[in-house]
């Protein structure tokens, strides 16, 4: 069958960067499953998918705007070091969850580390990049009724773990 709405798909991926760099792959987490038409994916990135059935293969490329936003400087903060307290060792690398000024959860990302400052980056890891998917589609079945009214993809043997 061919991809469309109320359906689970899943695809073997490879995800680039604009500079070729691979970030991701099915190689390492396995497959991309998801139920189409349920918003799990990026919109641009399942609008490509509509249509297509097992055994295509499509590579779509993203522009910031349509993946991850550009990156936002003013989401980028210097905080003192003593805000971390009984952190022993930060790392560039590191995530912490911070508030941002309206309460709202938000991940930050650790840049930068000197002995008075950490320099945290809310952005997603992603802001900014141009990406490239190439995907090859494995399988498209219809969604079963519990898929359809949870939202999302379950497992090959119908396993819900949400
Ligand atoms: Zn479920």
Redo the contacts with the bound molecule.
Sequence with gaps: MKIQKNCVVSANFRLFDGSGELLDSSDSGGPLTYLHGAEELLPDLEAALAGHQAGDKLTVELTPQQAFGEHDPSLVDKAPRANFPGIEHIEPGMRFQTEMDDGAPMVVTVTDVDDQWVTVDGNHELAGKHLRFELEVCSVRPASG??IE?G?A?GPDGH?D?
Aim: with cysteine.
């Design positions: 519990d898929e949870h999302h379950h819900c949400h």
